[in-house]
């Protein structure tokens, strides 16, 4: 699998994007940025997104790419029942954007979104075979887990963290690992269900404990007011991994 991290971080501005993740060009993890940071060439290869939660910065783009590849096939949506619903209700209501749902026609739209629960495997083109793991976040959350050809990746998306749960039914190739906010910041972590470096660092323990291995592990989401500090914080937890710990940043491509 070829990995594109479209976008790594918890905002946006000229040098840094939502977060988003691809898969061999045609499969997206989350959409915070999969039309700003992609070509319309690019955009119109994507045949499936799967969407960990409805916050903005992982759905900002949707309304985007459904609208750039109206003569496109249609994309499929895969997300959780309430996705869908604020989805629906707030953003596809024919006032802040179109039903495009049900453009060009209700037969052919340009997206089309699946309910996915927990749990659930799916396989969808390209190869992909995809599950749903329950992640703790302050909405309902999803994190995916990607087999493709004996090969696999885990994405977190948003989560506080306690993963051991789905450590124990999972043997990934690459984990895509959140950590927003810097440790100074832990009271805003456990608030908002976010991770910090030594949140990061517990993680990676019971995986661990749970595996007996450490797979590679690429940080993300990361709120770009406090990027200096994650790393600052993350540094000495990549040395003692020798490497196996990256941050991930925009554009960034690799090969799992």
Request: charged fraction near 20%.
């Amino acid at each position: 699998m070829k990995l594109k991290v479209v976008g790594a971080h918890q905002g946006e501005s000229r040098n840094c994007r939502f977060l988003c993740v691809l898969l061999d060009d045609v499969l997206a993890l989350d959409a915070g940025s999969i039309a700003s940071g992609l070509t319309l060439e690019e955009q119109e290869k994507v045949a499936t997104i799967f969407l960990s939660h409805y916050h903005f910065d992982h759905t900002k783009d949707v309304p985007v790419i459904a609208y750039n590849t109206l003569s496109s096939p249609t994309i499929n949506i895969y997300c959780l029942p309430v996705v869908k619903d604020v989805m629906l209700a707030h953003i596809f209501n024919e006032s802040i954007w179109p039903k495009l749902v049900e453009i060009p026609t209700p037969e052919k739209p340009s997206i089309v979104f699946i309910e996915m629960d927990h749990y659930q495997s799916i396989e969808v083109p390209g190869g992909f075979k995809v599950t749903a793991y329950p992640t703790i976040h302050s909405v309902p959350s999803i994190g995916f887990y990607v087999e493709k050809e004996g090969r696999s990746v885990f994405f977190t998306s948003d989560t506080g963290g306690h993963m051991g749960p789905i450590f124990e039914r999972i043997h990934p190739d690459l984990i895509v690992m959140e950590c927003t906010y810097p440790n100074r910041l832990e009271d805003w972590a456990v608030a908002f269900c976010h991770l910090t470096p030594d949140f990061v660092r517990r993680e990676v323990e019971e995986f661990r404990r749970i595996q007996g291995y450490v797979p590679r592990i690429l940080i993300a989401h990361m709120n770009p007011h406090y990027e200096a500090e994650i790393r600052a914080e993350l540094a000495p937890l990549i040395a003692e991994l020798d490497g196996l710990l990256e941050v991930s940043y925009e554009d960034m491509e690799v090969t799992i």
